[in-house]
């Protein structure tokens, strides 16, 4: 049996909101350390991890580890019947092929249950092993949400270089080119808006944007997003989730421009 | 001659916004006692019945009967020229085959004439009668609203059950089901935001959401809707208009989801 | 070389938005009195004529007169990236076919280049002599916007009509008609609301409210707007940018409408 209570309810919201267009049908996994996901989009490019930890939820139970399959369009249909103060409680009986979604409204005048069919999904889960990176950038994720999408209406691919006084992200398309470039700001008193840049070695990297722009929504869950990127390595981007863990997408960059670049 | 002067002109302009989808051509009969209408929808399931009652009106002017046939979603288009601060007044001629709706703003520094033809539509009044109901539930119409928006999501008919704790909501499709139940809830200090259910005996019926969904679409016209409910009759599903009046919309249950229901 | 910068980058965003549904390539001059525009729209009906004088930007350096055909979709694109409070600069190269928009954020933090290319454009200047006007009121833009968008839900033309008293909007259509009467009306407390009415004889005319709803796209600009009316001339539609300069709009009135309306 499988019960799983969560007090800020939202953040299952925005999560469903930050994957769903990314991936339709995955396995969430559930055991004793806690509720994840891994999954490919549907076209085998972009790879999504997410982390939930037992101890941020309120109540977490969790008898034998269990992978449920979920349409996730399907799921977040259902969660965004729960209101933003809904204590969201996660349900399964032993070897059924329902999961219950509990929402309570905080004064609990309204409780609705919401029970979705489960599927058989085939997935391999990817052992990532935990690399070193030639850059770390972490820096507001509004700003870097406004980015992806300023330079979608210029070009299809953005090219990441940092240095050490700053990242810059660059397109170019039919129209012109583009390029924006935000200064390391170590902002004490709203560490929140800080851009922080961390180097081992200059990088620059091309990626299709319009993965970018789909990892871009999970902005909402997290003030700050943080990129990770090596020449040799997919590019890591991390959201937070408050104390209790984590959304990253993987995304392998294009090698062509890539050359281009280092020209 | 016909004049009938509505201070808060914003009333007419909602009650436009809350039928015009359910009803294309309707007539408006002016009395002595009020302004009134009474339809079916387009598919001849559902009723609305309007009353504006002269005394909401700062100034009513009605010298005989009139029966003013109107195409509603001209009405409308007509009616959103209005400023929500308006005073809006009614005028027609006798024997003329127009109307005027004058729009005065607060200030009276812009004054708008809109001239409408006016249409011939064949129907028969129907007599409503007075009855008594197994169980009447009045509860926020902003949350009756969005409970039938959500169930959209899942299904296409509503169950609504009333026992003496609650009242519950159920639906059924291709993706799940799902139950939304509010508990009786008399709270004193915000009477707006109470659910309070008189029930004679428990009663549970089936109705299309779709119905539904388009009756809330009077819910900026009070804070609270009253349900009232019994296995032989049309639900009744009721906005007050201020101390005015009111709009009723009525829908005869599906029965054969009534009996499974039963069991 | 040029380089324009101006620090209040908001007013180039509200100007792009304000002409580029009416004009779709057009040249941009640049001399030492001020950086403007003249084009016809693309059915060669209405003229737009944008001024912002060089004292209105911070820094002005125009070495020799330059004519720049931009794309005005494609220039909109671009300043839509700028955030809100950037400080906007245009800067081109002598002989160069691009023209570069450099956005500053408050903080200096995040700087972005935008490149776009120049086209060659051919046009004609036309000279627009100062007229005398029978009648010229100013009147609030959002309550000109309003009016504007109201009729066209009622009629494709508007007659404008001016006496002493106001200003007259009126149109006529398949579903009926309708007349809005603004009052003149010299609010001294609040002068951006006031509706104040120059007029040397009355009169009125007629035009397609299809291209009035296009220059009230130039509404965010300015809290007024001035409409000057003569019988033999094309009315001008003009909203001024700050101390800086202005967009004028020009339109023919209909001929046939007009002696109608005489009668």
């Given at each position: 049996m499988l019960e799983l209570r969560l007090v800020q309810g939202s953040l299952l919201k925005k999560v469903l909101e930050a994957i769903k267009e990314l991936v339709t049908d995955a396995n969430f996994d559930c055991s004793g350390t806690g509720f994840s996901l891994q999954a490919m989009d549907s076209s085998h490019v972009a790879l999504v991890a997410l982390l939930l930890r037992s101890?941020?939820?309120?109540h977490y139970r969790c008898d034998r580890n269990l992978s449920m399959g979920m349409n996730l369009g399907n799921m977040a249909k259902m969660l965004r019947?729960?209101?933003?103060d809904d204590i969201i409680t996660i349900k399964a009986d032993d070897g059924s092929d329902t999961v219950t979604f509990m929402f309570e409204s905080p004064n609990q005048d309204k409780i609705a249950d919401f029970e979705m069919k489960l599927m058989d999904i085939d997935s391999e889960h990817l052992g990532i092993p935990d690399s070193e990176y030639q850059a770390i950038v972490r820096m507001p994720s509004s700003e870097f949400s406004s980015i992806c999408k300023d330079l979608s209406s210029i070009g299809d691919t953005v090219i990441i270089s940092v240095t050490k006084e700053g990242v810059k992200f660059s397109t170019a398309g039919d129209i012109g080119t583009a390029n924006i470039v935000c200064r390391q700001n170590n902002t004490v008193d709203k560490p929140e808006q800080s851009t922080i840049i961390e180097m081992q070695e200059p990088v620059s990297l091309t990626f299709a944007l319009r993965y970018m722009n789909s990892f871009?929504?999970?902005?909402?869950?997290?003030?700050q997003v943080t990129i990770s990127l090596s020449s040799e390595l997919p590019v890591v981007v991390e959201y937070k989730i408050g104390e209790m863990g984590y959304i990253r997408f993987y995304l392998a960059p294009k090698i062509e421009e890539d050359e281009e670049m280092k020209a």
């Open positions: 101890e941020g939820f309120e019947c729960a209101g933003n871009t929504k999970a902005s909402p869950l997290s003030d």
